[in-house]
């Protein structure tokens, strides 16, 4: 069956077209603007959480045949979005897990020092803190912002003591993109360094092509919480070709093929691609609702360069809106970064940015803030007048 012909004007329109597909969520009735955190999940992915259970029930411990259907389906998924379709990709609960057994292949003994930015995602920024407490490990963080500049700052800072490079694709707080990433991966391969991408506000939002990009010897991390709309546990490690390292932090998967075959008492063997970096026994439901979905997105047409289309349409219209608002820039204001230059979502900064939160979800308008900044989250599944309307209920809010 053809993908249903979704355009810009059918999903700008009232209702929006995409919109009768997600009516437990009841998108068209509430101004949900967290799609940079949470978007909802479409109808296909209840029916797929019982169909898990439901095989369960039947197959009982033969049920893993078709849980691993699913598994290869959503890790196909991600590698197809990282345009990288023969890809190894390993699949986790979360990235912090996945970060975790990164970390822990790296020869950190030997080059104890990690180069990252000071706007990096909790998951990572909380661990390499912790890693440089130990006193083992050095930290270099350079400068997230501008983000348009950040990779050259962090290309200059790789040398031969450095073990990795991590850094996003698009940053968290306030959506920039982070380009020019191929002259940190040229530096990192000059210098023996291993380079991981967090590509988490990109997939669904904007386009990643890592062979494209010169990136296919990184390393990449995602999940589909955010803009995919996958849920929960459905995360994901790109390994790229002939990777060797041995993860201390390693799961009994990742020998799952060769527990028959007899080996030296006490030698730990590694999977092959994507199972070199394997954990262990998980909870398959999330395999059904991802395959699902991503069997869903490809039905409706919704392609990562449409997803792009939308987003700018849809982030292009928040910050037209504010700007016709004219409030004053010392309470609120927008920075001047270019759309080409923004991700998913539109950040407004303001000192009073968790109080006006506040006060919006009062009126119905749901947002989120980090610090300073006031996020607003588009998904496809929004009408322009709902975008409208939550911009006009902003004004109001800081007219009070």
Not at 250 to 259: N, P, R, V
Not at 331 to 338: E, P, Q, S, T
Request: net charge negative; proline share 5%; with cysteine.
């Amino acid at each position: 069956m053809p993908p249903v012909p979704h355009s810009i004007a059918s999903l700008a329109a009232s209702p929006n077209s995409l919109s009768p597909h997600y009516s437990r969520f009841k998108v068209a009735e509430r101004l949900y603007l967290t799609g940079h955190s949470h978007q909802a999940w479409p109808d296909v992915g209840l029916e797929a959480q019982a169909a898990a259970w439901l095989e369960a029930a039947e197959h009982v411990d033969d049920k893993w045949e078709l849980v691993f259907q699913r598994w290869d389906r959503v890790a196909g998924g991600f590698a197809r979005l990282l345009g990288d379709p023969g890809g190894h990709i390993t699949l986790g609960s979360n990235t912090h897990e996945l970060v975790v057994r990164f970390l822990s292949a790296l020869p950190l003994d030997s080059r104890p020092r990690i180069v990252t930015t000071d706007g990096e995602f909790h998951s990572v920024r909380r661990q390499v803190d912790r890693l440089a407490e130990t006193g083992h490990v050095e930290v270099v963080k350079v400068s997230a912002y501008p983000a348009s500049t950040a990779a050259e700052r962090l290309a200059a800072a790789v040398d031969d003591r450095t073990a990795c490079v991590i850094v996003s694709t698009v940053l968290y707080e306030r959506g920039h993109r982070v380009t020019g990433l191929r002259q940190v991966a040229e530096a990192c391969r000059r210098h023996g360094a291993e380079l991981l991408l967090d590509t988490y506000h990109s997939l669904g939002a904007v386009p990643l092509d890592l062979v494209a990009e010169g990136l296919d010897g990184a390393f990449a991390v995602g999940g589909g919480y955010k803009y995919l709309q996958l849920g929960e546990g459905n995360c994901f490690l790109r390994t790229p070709q002939g990777c060797e390292l041995r993860p201390v932090v390693t799961g009994w998967f990742s020998e799952f093929d060769e527990l028959t075959e007899e080996k030296t008492p006490g030698e730990v063997r590694y999977g092959k691609g994507a199972g070199r970096f394997a954990g262990s026994t998980f909870d398959g439901t999330s395999q059904y609702r991802g395959a699902a979905v991503m069997d869903f997105f490809d039905a409706e047409g919704l392609t990562p360069p449409f997803l792009r289309e939308v987003s700018q349409h849809q982030v292009g219209l928040l910050a037209e809106t504010f700007r016709s608002l004219d409030l004053d820039p010392a309470v609120i204001r927008l920075d001047d970064v270019a759309l080409s230059g923004r991700g998913g979502f539109l950040a407004l900064e303001a000192p009073y940015a968790a109080k006006f939160q506040e006060r919006l979800a009062a009126l119905g308008v749901r947002t989120d803030s980090r610090g300073m900044a006031l996020r607003f989250g588009p998904a496809p599944y929004h009408s322009d007048a709902q975008l409208v309307d939550a911009m006009s209920t902003l004004a109001e809010v800081v007219g009070g």
